[in-house]
T-cell receptor, first 111, second 113 residues
């Protein structure tokens, strides 16, 4: 079946630190992969996406590369800011546009 | 453009009562999704509509949950009767031509006491 496993949190980093949030997936076929972000009190927003192997999604300084050989889609950012504090969800879209989300990783960035 | 609208934002009910949530998707979006997000977990798809037809409702507890999208635009999700374990945030999302780009509403936080 389809599923997403992501790194458990919470994660606390100092401003300007390097961020990695791990995400691995299990899927039949060739899924599309996504990172969504949920800021406090707001709905989920698409952060970045990759639709095929070796694609790199990027947005707002965040990056993730679709690695088929390791079934991974790790989220990275070179220098986090306080405004990046949020919950991050890894997700995949399988056949029929059905979405499967990970459990979310809470990130807190302290000044 | 206006985003996905949901109401109410918060609801507190007692177990065995009924509750209904409303969602208005982004104008022109054919696909509408309802998700349940329990605290500490990721969103779980309850039902997916394409226009006014159901694409997937395999994870919808049909003995107590129902949903409709009569005119292919807005949608209502109902729980009757509610259980304590239904306490969660109910998220509505919609997508258009680029189907993997879902846009989420702010959610309805339901507390069942």
């Amino acid at each position: 079946g389809n599923s997403v496993t992501q790194m458990e949190g919470p994660v606390t980093l100092s401003e300007e630190a390097f961020l990695t949030i791990n995400c691995t997936y299990t899927a039949t076929g060739y899924p599309s992969l996504f990172w969504y972000v949920q800021y406090p009190g707001e709905g989920l927003q698409l952060l970045l996406k990759a639709t095929k192997a070796d694609d790199k999604g990027s947005n707002k300084g965040f990056e993730a590369t679709y690695r088929k050989e390791t079934t991974s889609f790790h989220l990275e950012k070179g220098s986090v800011q306080v405004s990046d504090s949020a919950v991050y969800f890894c997700a995949l879209s399988a056949t029929g546009n059905q979405f499967y989300f990970g459990t979310g990783t809470s990130l807190t960035v302290i000044p | 453009e206006a985003g996905v609208a949901q109401s109410p934002r918060y609801k507190i009910i007692e177990k065995r009562q009924s509750v209904a949530f409303w969602c208005n998707p982004i104008s022109g979006h054919a696909t509408l999704y309802w998700y349940q997000q329990i605290l500490g977990q990721g969103p779980k798809l309850l039902i997916q509509f394409q226009n006014n037809g159901v694409v997937d409702d395999s994870q919808l507890p049909k003995d107590r949950f129902s949903a409709e999208r009569l005119k292919g635009v807005d949608s209502t999700l109902k729980i009757q009767p509610a259980k304590l374990e239904d306490s969660a945030v109910y998220l509505c999302a919609s997508s258009g031509l680029i189907s993997y780009e879902q846009y989420f509403g702010p959610g309805t936080r339901l507390t069942v006491t």
